[in-house]
Each structure stands twice: as C-alpha cells, then as structure tokens.
C-alpha cells in the first residue's frame, strides 16, 4: 500500500518551454502533497507544499510563478516548470503523506528534467 | 542556523558486518526523525520513524536510536549484505508536516 506515482520520469524540453509533472497517490487519498528537487549528491530539498483545494505554501527563494502547483484531488498534484531553464535541470520528486496526523511521507519515483 | 550532518558521504563495509551511519543535528527540536533508503535515480524509501520519547526502533535488520540530549540518531543495518548498498537520509520535522533532509551516507557493502 501508500503506492505514489510520477509521470513522466524523465523529460527533456528546450529553454522557454513549459514542462508539466504529474504525481498520484495510487491507493489512498492524499490531503497533502509535498514536491522536492534534488541536485545531484545534494539533499532533497523542499519547494512548496500543496493541500487539495487550497493554494500551495512555497519555501522561501521558491518562485510561485515558476513552479505553478495544482493540487485538484486528493490523488493528484501537478508541477509546471514555466518558461524553463538549463539551471532548472534537477531530480524533481513529490510524496503524499496518508492523512492529516500522519508523519510518513510516501514519495514517488522521481522525474530527471533536463533543460538544454 | 538549523544543520543535519550525516557522517561521511561514504562508508564501506563488508558483508555481514554492522553499518553504522550517524545522524546529527543542531538548532532543531524535532518530534520525530525518519530515516529513508534513497537508490540512484530513484525516490527514497521510508525505513523507520522514531519519536523522541523513545530511545530505540527495531525493524528486521535496522535498528535506530535517538538520542535528544546528544541530538544524534545512529542507524544501524546488522549482517549486512550487498543488496543494502544505497543512499541513506536522515530526516527531521521541521515544522507541522514538513520534513528537512540530511544529504545523505552511500553506504557500500561488498560480497
């Protein structure tokens, strides 16, 4: 059980563009959703955390306009990277946590950007 | 300002030995601490939560202590085996709900 998934796991995009990822909670419903970015040999570090039907709350030096967070269900939050960067490049990884109480985080499979 | 440090960014053992990976942290008073396995490109895997009112967590082969006075977790795998060799977070609440992470410990375990 607590089954999280991402989509796509892997994307490569040019400078401007827009790259949309999803991540689902596949046999439980998630109040709240948490996405991370991890560059490499660095520690996951948080970017926003999105409850279902409200507006995400973004750690500071996060920019809310690029990294739009849509969290319409309880079993799906998207990420869009707007107008992309190569230094945008990382590791983006979302987990769900169960319930409201509940201290677990269960994370996904992570999805590799690639900007050129 | 807030820190985790976990030991070394590497630690090589020999299978069937004991891993022992260190947690430590400072400016932080966490309720919790958790400790997930992290392959390469790939999400982290959750292991063991502890609490701190509690001293020690046993699941199969892990075994996690926390100390609040030291304010240090250890994180132990007993006979270890090559199938074990992966990255290991700490991590600690930082807030209601929120978790901040360790950079990690690539544990190595060679046959």
């Known amino acids: 059980g607590a089954v999280v998934s991402q989509h796509p796991s892997w994307v490569i995009c040019k400078s401007g563009t827009s790259v949309k990822i999803e991540c689902r909670s596949l046999d439980f419903q998630a109040t709240t959703m948490f996405w991370y970015r991890q560059f490499p040999k660095q520690s996951l570090m948080l970017m926003a955390t999105s409850n279902e039907g409200s507006k995400a709350t973004y750690e500071q030096g996060v920019e809310k306009d690029k990294f739009l967070i849509n969290h319409a269900s309880l079993t799906l939050s998207t990420l869009t990277v707007t107008s992309a960067h190569p230094e945008d490049s990382s590791f983006y990884i979302c987990?769900?946590?169960?319930?409201?109480?509940?201290?677990?985080?269960?994370f996904g499979p992570g999805t590799r950007l690639t900007v050129l | 300002s807030q820190k985790i440090e976990q030991n070394s960014e590497a630690l090589n053992i020999q299978e069937g030995k004991t891993a022992t990976l260190t947690c430590n942290y400072t400016?932080?008073?966490?309720?919790?601490l958790q400790w997930y396995r992290q392959d390469p490109g790939r999400g982290p895997v959750f292991l063991l939560l502890?609490?701190?009112?509690?001293k020690e967590k046993r699941k199969e082969r892990l075994k996690v202590t926390f100390d609040t006075t030291l304010k240090q977790s250890l994180f132990h795998i007993t006979a270890s085996q090559p199938a074990d060799s992966a990255t290991y977070l700490c991590a600690l609440n930082s807030g209601y709900s929120t978790l901040t992470f360790g950079k990690g410990t690539m544990l190595l375990v060679s046959p």
């Open positions: 400016n932080y008073s966490p309720a919790y």
């Open positions: 502890i609490r701190e009112n509690e």
């Open positions: 987990s769900a946590r169960t319930s409201i109480g509940t201290d677990t985080q269960y």
